[in-house]
């Protein structure tokens, strides 16, 4: 019974993706969000019933639902592992999921292709699904590369933009990159263990060497990196704004990007076994979280903003993983889905009252017009802000406290900085959308409407989860969720984790306070009380405004280096194929020719010249010869006569 | 000689699944033009159906040549009609038969003149495939592998675009001079190898070193022309540009296939100790078809072309995974061949169906069809999906365990071909974000029609198959464990004689993957022992 309902919390909408896929032009609208909605509501109350049972069992089950692959000693099951952390996982993921795929059904009342965006939608939350249940390497791969589809699939809803098109393209590209790395860390892992179930090589995770275990947790962090959208690989995620809002609240924010954090918890047992691994994982969070505020406070795009504090935000977690602070890496992530799903559902609902205008140039004294939703966004900026005590302070303070508290005073001090840039460019949006001077366009201000209440009642939802949701984590590093979490994330280094160091937390809580509040500070200075001084401070330091307005010229770099290359050697090797490789091939087919023709003249000339030759003297004899033979009776009574008189002569004188 | 490997059965199975669409291509010199097709249909789906009983009656369990027939046909010298299906020839003859019916169904309407020797000439396509791919005996081997250029020359001379003769020349030439090696190596394995054609016996002979390196070169050239390798891979993207949509859907399913059989078939299992030898020369081949192939897929305007090239680059897979020479690697390696069979053969009906609407293969010309053709657009992003091999498609399951195979034999070798994997998703998805998204160009804004319902019933089988074998492909996989495994206990060198040419790690190429680094490192210094030779009992796996 329990088997039966864990399997089935992906088959519901597994389900719903076959109806609506295979028959969704045959009804309408309503038969097809109902059943998508519904799915993914039936998905949660399983995950639900599950978590309830494994809170109170504290049981770590493994479900099999079939063998997958079996080829020689590879032996892979399409299985599940129920624990702690997958519970977590379940609940956000369904949870925020059915919130988003509700909000949608009003976000995305009479587009084109209604049924095809919520079957691509329950195709993600399988994947999604798969990636946090598989109990093996395989099962998560395939939800870990699902998830990558439909990412693709709904960045290219709008199938008609070309610019949609090619950020759907660049996005599974990166996570592509990603991916390779991530399936040599399998093969290194069935290599090592003769098996790609998880319980057994987490068992057998301290026979690695140093070495070993280091390339593998390497190559797991470049899969996480891909697919986290972290520094190096994080370019495709701004783009991916192309798709519509409840995709970047779903996929691009509150699930999908998650996963690469995910995934590195669930191998902590061998990142553990690999120092050099590990901080790596943290420098590239540290740098990632501080790279990419930089580059928020710039933009004028709503999405875009909030894309790039997404990036920052997922750098946030990295850093947590990579200082061993896996509960806190995981109460981030669960935190950061609330509060981002609702500030990027928040932000669909400007968009949708503002009819697609997305540049925050082009808003400004919304609070009016829209009260309820900026309500809505001003709890999401207060939460990832960090102001105390929303669910964002505890998250991201807990992970700064851990990085003091074991030492790693410069990650520290990027994260604080980081911290007080994403606190400014999170009000700079919110001053600039609904505060100040309206400057919206003459021909939509007409039309600023609330948004229904489908979408805005799943807002509330996730601001109150905003509010509370930090909770469980308190007291810091002692609380409910960490004790949950424990059987999963307590290994070699994080084990140390739990002592009171209760001194310099407090401290440190305070210290992050100051900071959100003087982010938030500065913006209101910059962006309300004294507006003009922004474009001041901007033509103040033009090159490097230049710079963070241009993302650092990062995409041109990559396209420089990478992207024109590739091109280049597939002309190259074009031109090659054809000419040079083709070439030998004709050149054979030539000299065949030129043999043949060679032949053919010496048929012609030597062989049958020589014959024609023999040919032509008998000819040229036979010509002279023929002469005689004229068919004239007198010719040749004339030539008788003329024998005789020969012949008489020769017998008569001799 | 009684020990041959071989379980017979009571009803000639084999030959009836073979000489069935002969016996079609007959007929259809005999009936009118308009009834061709769906005698042709008939035909080649009750083909189909005839495979079916088999896969239930097929024992897995055994290496064995299963329902085996053996006719004597000349005595002196010996050549027999010997016919039988493995595990490694067993899923190649399903995809073949499974395969035609899609074929007649995409030239329903494309070809129209002299339809009915066009249906004539597919069958008996068929029928030599199918025996290329069942005779046991070499000289019955050799009739069908030329017999089956024939039908090719004439579906492309005949039925082609305007530069047909062209490519069918040079894919004629091209192949007629492997074949010619081939049938030369045939000889020599006849003469060194005790007088016999018969291929099961000339698996158990040990073949001198010298004499079977000059074997590998003959069959390396007849076999790579075939798949085709690195740098004799020329002839494709002409072939599939000039032929019709059937041509190149055989072309590419099961014709290329025959190559990768070869190496499987003979090569391994004959050549062992040659093989070893030549075994880093045919990775590197791989590889560079692999990456070069994509490369060259990146550079194409033509869609045909597109997926001309990206078949080298797959089909370098497949001989990466056979070279690699473990369990993994040569099971992966047949399921790509059934996967690239499938999914390479779809895209090619994809183009098929676009070119009989907008008349072009360019993919500047066929823009934003999404918009006006959602289901050829869903199907091509499928297929483009099953080609760049997604987790849960068919091809995810070969390239996977190819890569894993290769893994174990080399890291770095594995490490490079997964940049193929990088590659494939930048140029099917470049051409999917080409063709299915944007806006219609002008011209073909208002006339296109969506797939009709013939089309579709040949898509659907095609669309099942590829999520079917990549959600469950043990019922396949299961077909050939014992198969493969008896091939890679042949392709274990022998005699000792060459080992010293082999680096010190090149043992572990022959060692079966343990469970355990530890137990691994024993079986690498284990001394090359060798192996039993045949009969092998069934229960002996």
Redesign the interface.
Known sequence: MYDLLVILIPVFPLLAVLINGLAGHRYSHHVAYRLACGSVGLSFLCSVAVFATTLRTGITREVVAYTWIFGGDLVVNLAFLIDPLTCVMLLVVTGVGLLIHLYSIGYMHGEEGFTRFFTYMNLFMVSMLLLVMGNNYLVLFIGWEGVGLCSYLLIGYYYDRVSAAKAATKAFVMNRIGDAGFLLAIFLVFVNFGTLDYTEVFARAGELSTATATAIALCLLIGAVGKSAQVPLYTWLPDAMEGPTPVSALIHAATMVTAGVYMIVRNHAIFDMAPVAMTTVAWVGGITALFAATIGLVQNDIKRVLAYSTVSQLGYMFLACGIGAYTAAIFHLMTHAFFKALLFLAAGSVIHALSGEQDIRKMGGLKARIPMTHALFLVGTLAIAGIFPLAGFWSKDEIMAHAFTHGHYALYAMAVLGALLTSFYMFRLTYLTFYGQSRVEPHVAGHIHESPGIMIKPLLVLAVLSVIGGFPGVPPEEGWFHHFLDPVTVGVLSGAAHQGATHPIVLLMVVATVIALAGWGLAHFLYSARPEAASQWAARAPAAYRTLFNKYYIDEAYDAAFVEPAKRVGRIWDWFDRTVIDGLVRGVGGMTQGGSALSTWMEKYIIYGSINVLGYANHLTARSWRRLQTGMVHHYAAIIVAGLFILLHLILLW | MPDLNVQTSGFPWLSVIVFLPLLGAVLLFFVRETSSRWIALIISLADFALTLPLWSRFDPSTARMQFHEHVPWITSPSINYSLGVDGISFPLVLLTTFLIPLCVLASWRSIKTRINEFMAVLLVMECAMLGVFVALDFVLFYVFWEIMLIPMYLIIGVWGGPNRLYAAV?FF??TLVGSVLLFIAILVLFFQGGHTFDILRLTQVDFDPVVQHWIFWAFFIAFAVKVPMF?F???LPDAHVEAPTAGSVVLASVLLKMGAYGFIRFMLPMLPEATATFTPMMVALSLVAIL?GA??????ADLKKLIAYSSVSHMGFVTLGIFAL???GI??AIMQMVNHGITTGALFLCVGALYERTHSRMIADNA?L??PMPRF?TLL?IFA?SSLG???TNS??GE??I??GT??WS?AV??IA??G??LA??YL??M??HV????PTEESAGHLTDLNAREMATFAPLVVLVFWIG????PL??LM?TSVDQVIAQAAPRSPVLTHQQSPTSHRVFS??????REKRDTQNRPVAPLALVPQTPNDE
């Not at chain 2, 490369?295 to 194409?300: C, F």
């Not at chain 2, 299915?436 to 806006?439: L, T």
């Not at chain 2, 079966?512 to 680094?517: A, F, H, I, L």
């Open positions: 040079k030439l091209y740098p891979h020329t002839w070069y490369y060259m897929a990146l550079a194409q473990n369990t993994q099971e992966g934003g999404a918009g657009a992003v999906l997604l987790p849960g995810f399951v996977f365990l890569l894993i893994f174990l890291k594995a490490v997964s940049l994997i990088i998703a930048v998805l470049r999917v974000q299915a998204y944007g806006v959600l469950f492909p043990n996989l299961t464990h079966t993957v343990s469970r355990k680094p």
